[in-house]
């Protein structure tokens, strides 16, 4: 069975641009997160999707960022205008149940020039 | 509002040693405790993870991590360690309510470098 799958590996753009993230998770798992880890903090939690509904997007930094996740499958995790604050490693994780294992994809490392 | 902390970002060891990462954490409720390992170029996996009955939880590699209550802490302990468990170590709370949310609340990490 295949794991969580985060495209692309890493990304180096330009401050203004537009960048793409996305994440397969594991078929079947409803549950779908983005967390986030900057240099030198901590991972911090982004959103979380059930199916193709946002449950809780609470950590999303501002209004940059914008998550989709249509049919409820995988999930896009755009970021137009890119700023430098915005470089890190994006981690997506999904789950069965809401209270079962998550498991995490590789995640995306995005620098910000 | 819950938050963790892990008090050594580094932590050397020499091989065959044992070793202890250290977890303590704040929360107003009760809450689930996790243990994550991310080895070189590889994703989070989860480690270990108490949700509750025996504050004493193992991993399958001979990690083990014990919930102290009084305390409010979750250190990760292995008595003898390999150059394999070279990785960063993450703890993670997740709080215990109803709903469905289960966002993770994590430490900074503990590089541990094992040394021949």
């Known amino acids: 069975e295949a794991g969580v799958t985060q495209f692309p590996s890493h990304s180096v753009i330009e401050k203004g641009q537009t960048v793409t993230l996305r994440c397969d998770p594991i078929?079947?798992?409803?549950?779908l997160y983005w967390y986030r880890r900057v240099m030198g903090k901590e991972i911090k939690f982004l959103l979380h999707f059930v199916k193709e509904s946002k449950q809780d997007e609470s950590g999303m930094p501002n209004n940059r960022f914008l998550a989709e996740r249509t049919g409820g499958t995988y999930s896009t995790l755009k970021v137009q205008p890119a700023e430098l604050e915005d470089s890190g490693v994006y981690f997506c994780?999904?789950?069965?149940?809401?209270?079962?294992?998550?498991?995490f994809g590789q995640g995306t490392r995005l620098t910000v020039v | 509002a819950q938050s963790v902390t892990q008090l050594d970002s580094q932590v050397p060891v020499f091989e065959e040693a044992p070793v202890e990462l250290r977890c303590n954490y704040s929360?107003?409720?009760?809450?689930?405790l996790f243990w994550y390992v991310q080895y070189p170029n590889q994703g989070l996996q989860l480690l270990l993870k108490y949700l509750s009955g025996s504050t004493l939880v193992e991993s399958i590699n001979g990690f083990e991590a014990e919930f102290n209550k009084s305390q409010t802490s979750f250190h990760l302990r292995k008595p003898s360690v390999h150059i394999s468990d070279t990785a960063e170590y993450f703890c993670a709370v997740s709080a215990l309510r109803a709903g469905n949310n289960r966002k993770l609340i994590w430490g900074l990490g503990t590089s541990l470098a094992v040394n021949p």
């Open positions: 929360s107003s409720v009760s809450v689930y």
């Open positions: 994780a999904s789950s069965q149940e809401v209270n079962t294992e998550a498991f």
């Open positions: 078929s079947g798992h409803d549950n």
